[in-house]
């Protein structure tokens, strides 16, 4: 156990639909970063929250946001799903940018 | 962030050192090395980082060439639970703090 919490770890639904992946960072952890891993893709960096407030966004589609809550906890919100979303989905946290710890991951499927 | 450079894939012999290279000859002053591996679909696992010196830990060593544009990861006694793909990541400043993962290098431990 990493100390890093995603859930749901399995996720199937169809294509139009939004679906929404929870992440809860290692305790003491302010900063939360969520990655989008594809068979074609490799590791794609998403966005990182920082204490609530977002700090970098990377190659993150419109139809995706997320936000991190006062507890800590962050969501990623996807919407208007699409076949080509379907991936790995995971989240890290860290305290100040050291010692990226990893969750083991939401893998989404769009059918 | 520094782009960096590693061979697509590796074999080692259980028992054995594995050496796994990586070039970043783009490397600015500083900027981090990290290292991680994954294994099949987990989520990525933090194995050591290093700015200039070679860092050791429980896990493997690191060495820093002394110009900062190579590293070697050195798995001292590689297991079959090494079997893994390994990324070598250089990490942006402070504020900057995402990590770029690369396509990594699949080390396979041959019993």
């Known amino acids: 156990d990493s100390g890093v919490t995603q859930t749901p770890k399995h996720l199937i639904t169809a294509t139009g639909q939004r679906v929404t992946l929870r992440c809860s960072p290692r305790s003491g952890d302010l900063s939360v970063y969520w990655y989008q891993q594809s068979l074609d893709q490799g590791l794609q960096f998403l966005i990182q929250?920082?204490?609530?407030?977002?700090?970098a966004k990377g190659n993150i589609l419109e139809r995706f946001s997320a936000q991190q809550f006062p507890d800590l906890h962050s969501e990623l919100n996807l919407s208007s799903l699409e076949l080509g979303d379907s991936a790995l989905y995971f989240c890290a946290s860290s305290v100040a940018g050291v010692g990226y710890t990893f969750g083991s991951g939401t893998r989404l499927t769009v059918v | 962030d520094a782009k960096t450079t590693q061979p697509t894939s590796m074999d080692c012999a259980e028992g054995r050192a594995a050496n796994l290279p990586c070039n970043h000859s783009?490397?600015?002053?500083?900027?981090?090395v990290y290292w991680y591996r994954q294994i099949h679909s987990q989520g990525p696992q933090y194995i050591i980082h290093g700015l200039k010196n070679n860092e050791t830990n429980e896990m493997a060593s690191l060495i820093i060439t002394e110009d900062r544009k190579s590293s070697t990861l050195i798995l001292p006694h590689a297991t079959l639970r090494d079997t893994a793909v390994y990324y070598c990541?250089?990490?942006?400043?402070?504020?900057?703090?995402?990590?770029?993962f690369g396509t990594g290098t699949r080390l396979t431990i041959i019993p």
């Open positions: 990541i250089v990490r942006g400043n402070f504020g900057n703090e995402k990590l770029t």
């Open positions: 783009t490397i600015s002053g500083n900027e981090y």
């Open positions: 929250y920082y204490n609530g407030e977002e700090r």
